[in-house]
């Protein structure tokens, strides 16, 4: 530790020169709070039984690698160790169709907050913060392709009703770990092929927003936000949940607006996005994944647009209201190693933001002096910022870059190595 602190003397003098403040940085990253999603431990399966008449699809994970989570207790071990391997405290994004229902089908509409009440005892004991989703896929009246938007009243219904139990199931777990539940709203919902009519399931899907959301419940424990999409498998020529459809919904009702960096066209950032969306909206929620043609999730890594994100979420000023989740599932690779990835490198991103000059290239940007903003951008990149996390992680008590990994693989050979 004391060859490290040598070093981040050093590196931090590197930076004090442009007047950032390293120390502040580390601060700052320390109080943001990444929302790891459980679906990656188990490639989206969940724990509902086979009374579930589960089907319809709406998410792919491919790969078989050995060792996947197959019970409740199983997967918390694993966020357990992919936790213990990430610095911060941080918190979980957990789909309704991880309920604890103790082996007795309970159906969408019907679960309350006793089926996830292990879950925030067990949040609550690792000093975790939780986030929800409703789950609008892989069940028997998802089977078409719609729920929300649903041309069979009774159907609609069905999933109107289950979005109000999730909604009350978020405002209880915010309740009871003090820091308020983002509870996101996603459906699969669209046409295969070209439709006849475009406005009827937008207008369907409205009515059926406004009356899940129509019980107002308090901020400090549910936030509400709803998901775009820009195409699905079975769904590539209409979906019904598209960004223009959530934008103005999430505008007009004042709701959060989910931006997933996979849902959009190929060429298309959600970066450029953030300081737009959030002149309208109360609150942000990212899903933060790497698509590597469209909506492919795979693990994110520190790339062009990660840095984008998270140097527009520490630029906008406004990181209190924007909330950051991950969103990918890649069942090809150890599943907690992905995790472990995708978690530091969304940490590293926020800190290389954080130690931008950001007072010295606003002032070169309002002067005009580009010449001197592009120099000074790139002239950044070059400094010792790999020191600053590698001080970051020893101060947070988690392996540094490359040593982690030891502690994965030990953990493969001991634990996942047994499921097989």
């Known amino acids: 530790m004391k060859n490290i602190e040598r070093m981040y003397e050093k590196a931090r003098e590197c930076y004090a020169e442009l007047d950032v403040d390293t120390d502040k940085a580390i601060k700052q990253l320390s109080d943001i709070a990444i929302s790891l999603h459980c679906w990656q431990g188990d490639d989206v399966g969940g724990f509902e039984t086979a009374g579930a008449e589960l089907s ?11 060792g996947k ?34 082996g007795k089908f309970v159906d969408r509409n019907e679960i309350t907050v006793e089926h996830f009440q292990s879950w925030i005892d067990w949040a609550k004991e690792n000093g975790l913060g939780m986030d929800f989703n409703p789950t609008y896929f892989s069940h028997r009246k998802a089977a078409d392709g719609f729920t929300l938007s649903h041309i069979d009243k009774g159907i609609r219904n069905f999933w109107i009703e289950h979005g109000i139990a999730c909604r009350k199931i978020g405002a209880a777990i915010g309740k009871q770990l003090g820091s308020p539940a983002v509870t996101n709203v996603w459906i699969p919902d669209g046409y295969k092929d070209i439709p006849a009519d475009r406005w009827s399931p937008r207008k369907r899907l409205i009515e059926s927003l406004d009356k899940i959301f129509s019980e107002k419940l308090n901020p400090k424990f549910n936030l509400d936000a709803v998901e775009s999409k820009l195409f699905g498998i079975g769904a590539e020529s209409y979906t019904v949940g598209s960004h223009e459809f959530y934008m103005g919904y999430a505008v007009s009702r004042q709701k959060l607006l989910c931006l997933d960096a996979g849902h959009f066209h190929p060429t298309e950032v959600i970066s450029d996005k953030i300081s737009s969306v959030l002149m309208f909206v109360p609150e942000l929620l990212l899903h933060v994944s790497r698509p590597v043609r469209w909506d492919s999730d795979h693990v994110v890594i520190l790339n062009d647009e990660l840095y984008s994100i998270a140097r527009e979420a520490v630029r906008s000023g406004k990181l209190d209201k924007i909330h950051i989740g991950l969103d990918f599932f890649d069942a ?39 010449t001197s903003r592009l120099a000074v951008l790139e002239d950044i990149k070059t400094l010792p910022f790999g020191t600053i996390w590698e001080y970051y992680c020893k101060k947070s008590g988690v392996p540094a870059d490359t040593l982690w990994l030891k502690e994965i693989k030990k953990y493969e050979k001991n634990v996942l190595g047994k499921r097989i």
């Open 56 to 66: 319809g699809g709406g998410i792919q994970a491919t790969g078989n690698y050995p």
């Open 332 to 370: 090809s690779i150890n599943r907690i190693a992905a995790w472990v990835i995708g978690t530091r490198n969304m940490i590293k991103a926020l800190l290389f933001a954080m130690l931008e000059p950001a007072d010295m290239l606003d002032k070169f940007e309002n002067d005009g002096d580009y």
């Open 69 to 102: 989570a197959r019970t409740i207790e199983e997967l918390r071990g694993d966020i357990e160790k992919a936790l213990s391997l990430i610095p911060g405290k941080h918190r979980l994004n957990l789909h309704a169709c991880y309920l604890d229902n103790g």
